[in-house]
């Protein structure tokens, strides 16, 4: 048996457990520490000391070390003759005779109850904030200093998409150049926090409203690492906001024509009095006239309105596809010719007819003709600038078709082009037009198509339903 009296004094002081184990696993010596933790060990195997178990542990570095002839490590979980679990890590160092042969194995265990325990609370710590960044019920995103997606929340990633390692504008908005201005730039640079509002496009290439707010991450020593970005969905607050902006501007707009329109009918109503007081029937028809004249524009006002307030259903008619267009290619022609832009038409005679609302029909491709000439307008890189208005008709379906060689739009633009108050044309417009068309299309049933390029120009294709109530699958 290995004698240890010698340095006795030294190896009972040491803090951890030590003891010393022959092939078997028995234990041969132990320190002090070990036998007033575990008890009296003489004769037993270390795993019925440490863990109280009938036979040897699965994996054991102390028949590891006898094994290879070198050192081990390893965490166990040991328990006290007291039923106290001790956490411990466990290194092994093997003991030669004068043979060189390994006699017993030395193993030191030293107790890291506490720091297993500080672990697991700061573990349990990291997954209640990943829980809480996952949950949170807005976009998140972790953002370096050259506006890198590094990490996302559920949310995030839901609506976006696996972003990381991508540009923010990339991924938000599909520009190849950061936003103007970048309030997460800005968090780098002063270390505030910021915000703005922006539309942001889904990865379903739907648009939505979002409030941003950036804050800064620092290090242990205050240097700001990363910044992050909290996005806010307030599509449905815009949306309403919208509806009642919009119907506002609408009666501002028409209130000098509603005056006009009153005074139409006092007029018509004065002749049709003036008539039947004097037995005119001239005068009364030609009031009527003008009364009837001015009842049609109210109506028409009316259903404007209604189109910006609330959706409704279309007037349905049998109208001709055909004389649609012309009625459009004459509204918009003198506009044309005082800008120089040629201005043609094409109609093929497999167009026919459609049930529809002529009106808004009308409303809807003048909208959308008078954006193309607008776009050939503020294009100065072209000499040359035409619109071209077409249709055509299918067994289901009508098509109607714009085309400009204007200024075009690049990718972020065509995904706001139907946003309520969304306007490429800076303080000369409204945003009003291409949302009101896409929503006459929508309430037929229909769709307007969008192809555009930057530079070159744009195509807008109307696709309406002959039937009302076929809803058209793109």
């Known amino acids: 048996m290995i004698q240890i009296t010698e340095y006795e004094k030294y190896f009972n002081a040491m803090p951890g457990y030590v003891t010393v184990q022959d092939r078997d696993l028995k234990v041969i010596a132990a320190n002090e520490k070990y036998r007033s933790d575990f008890g009296d060990w003489e004769g037993r195997f270390c795993y019925q000391v440490y863990k109280h178990r009938p036979d040897k542990c699965e994996v054991c570095p102390v028949e590891k070390t006898f094994q290879f002839g070198n050192s081990r490590s390893s965490e166990e979980v040991v328990c006290c003759m007291d039923g106290r679990e001790v956490s411990v890590i466990v290194y092994t160092s093997p003991i030669y005779n004068d043979e060189g042969e390994i006699e017993a194995v030395l193993e030191m265990s030293t107790d890291i109850t506490d720091v297993k325990s500080l672990q697991h609370r700061y573990q349990e710590s990291q997954n209640h904030y990943r829980m809480m960044f996952e949950e949170v019920p807005c976009f998140i995103s972790i953002q370096d200093d050259e506006l890198n997606i590094i990490d996302a929340n559920r949310l995030h990633r839901e609506a976006f998409g696996n972003g990381y390692g991508r540009k923010c504008f990339e991924v938000y908005k599909h520009r190849k150049e950061e936003c103007t201005p970048c309030i997460v730039k800005q968090t780098f640079e002063d270390?505030?926090?910021?915000?703005?509002?922006?539309?942001?496009?889904?990865?379903?290439?739907?648009?939505?409203?979002?409030?941003?707010?950036?804050?800064?991450?620092?290090?242990?020593?205050?240097?700001?690492?990363?910044?992050?970005?909290?996005?806010?969905?307030?599509?449905?607050?815009?949306?309403?906001?919208?509806?009642?902006?919009?119907?506002?501007?609408?009666?501002?707009?028409?209130?000098?024509?509603?005056?006009?329109?009153?005074?139409?009918?006092?007029?018509?109503?004065?002749?049709?009095?003036?008539?039947?007081?004097?037995?005119?029937?001239?005068?009364?028809?030609?009031?009527?006239?003008?009364?009837?004249?001015?009842?049609?524009?109210?109506?028409?006002?009316?259903?404007?309105?209604?189109?910006?307030?609330?959706?409704?259903?279309?007037?349905?008619?049998?109208?001709?596809?055909?004389?649609?267009?012309?009625?459009?290619?004459?509204?918009?022609?003198?506009?044309?010719?005082?800008?120089?832009?040629?201005?043609?038409?094409?109609?093929?005679?497999?167009?026919?007819?459609?049930e529809a609302d002529e009106s808004a029909i009308r409303s809807l491709l003048v909208n959308l003709a008078e954006n193309s000439l607008d776009a050939c307008r503020v294009d100065a890189k072209k000499s040359d600038h035409k619109v071209q208005l077409r249709v055509w008709g299918a067994t289901d379906e009508v098509v109607f078709e714009i085309e400009d060689n204007g200024i075009g739009m690049e990718r972020e633009t065509r995904d706001k082009a139907f946003s309520l108050f969304f306007s490429s044309k800076g303080t000369e417009g409204t945003g009003l037009g291409l949302f009101i068309a896409n929503k006459i299309a929508t309430a037929h049933g229909g769709e307007i198509q969008l192809d555009s390029c930057e530079g070159e120009g744009t195509c807008f294709r109307v696709i309406i339903p002959r039937k009302k109530n076929v809803t058209v699958v793109s």
């Not at 006009?260 to 008539?275: M, P, S």
């Open 191 to 354: 270390g505030e926090i910021h915000y703005h509002e922006e539309v942001v496009t889904r990865q379903d290439d739907q648009p939505i409203n979002v409030l941003v707010h950036t804050t800064p991450i620092r290090d242990a020593e205050g240097k700001i690492v990363h910044v992050m970005e909290m996005s806010t969905d307030i599509t449905q607050i815009r949306e309403l906001q919208s509806q009642l902006a919009s119907l506002g501007l609408l009666i501002s707009s028409v209130s000098h024509g509603i005056k006009g329109v009153l005074n139409g009918l006092d007029g018509g109503l004065y002749l049709v009095n003036k008539g039947l007081e004097k037995d005119n029937q001239k005068r009364v028809e030609q009031g009527w006239d003008i009364v009837t004249r001015n009842v049609g524009r109210i109506r028409s006002m009316v259903l404007d309105i209604l189109y910006y307030a609330k959706d409704r259903d279309p007037n349905y008619s049998q109208i001709s596809a055909e004389q649609s267009l012309k009625d459009v290619f004459d509204l918009v022609k003198d506009k044309a010719y005082d800008l120089g832009i040629g201005l043609t038409k094409e109609i093929d005679q497999t167009c026919g007819e459609l």
